[in-house]
């Protein structure tokens, strides 16, 4: 089975969000969990820088040329909008389950913003992978192009045809 850009952004995105999870839950003062809490927290991180990466190239391969502006201009709108809500919202939501005696465990010692923003994250991911197009797909900006019934082959036949003349060979010195 051929390497796809879902099964891409299912990994990284799903390892990512489980990474962050996992890091939360992981809360006893030994060293041993909290070497866990940090690598998997960092692993997490990383996960997602990936999927960015991969997000955004495949935006830029696969976007026609005329949407790409408004495409990349959405993504920095969606990020810096996490951005804010996540340090006005999140940052609260943290300090009420760090201070929580009570509830769910996965809700207290600072996890309830990362436990309540796990499902949707997995949703996203898989809405993700459903309209990801697989990597045979050819992208718009590598299509043939084809301009007053002259394709782009035709065009490069007839550069081939004049690399003979003597305008092209005197070029070439």
């Not at 998997?40 to 990936?50: Q, R, V």
């Not at 935006?59 to 990020?79: M, N």
């Not at 718009?140 to 690399?163: F, K, M, N, Y």
Request: aromatic letters at 4%; charged letters at 15%; glycine letters at 12%.
């Amino acid at each position: 089975m051929a390497w796809s850009f879902p099964c891409s952004v299912g990994l990284l995105g799903g390892g990512a969000t489980v990474g962050y999870a996992l890091a939360m839950l992981l809360r006893q003062p030994t060293a041993l969990v909290e070497a866990a809490h940090l690598l998997t927290f960092l692993l997490g991180g990383l996960l997602g820088g990936a999927l960015e990466i991969l997000l955004i190239s495949l935006a830029s391969t696969y976007a026609p040329a005329a949407a790409q502006g408004r495409l990349f201009a959405g993504i920095s709108l969606v990020k810096l909008g996490g951005s804010i809500s996540g340090n006005l919202v999140g940052a609260a939501q943290f300090q009420a389950s760090l201070d929580a005696t009570d509830g769910p465990y996965v809700l207290r010692g600072g996890a309830k913003p990362l436990t309540i923003l796990t499902l949707p994250s997995l949703l996203i991911i898989v809405v993700l992978i459903s309209v990801l197009p697989a990597r045979s797909a050819t992208p718009s900006r590598l299509a043939p192009v084809v301009l007053d019934g002259i394709s782009e082959a035709d065009s490069c036949e007839s550069l081939d045809a004049d690399s003979g003349s003597e305008r092209a060979k005197r070029h070439d010195r």
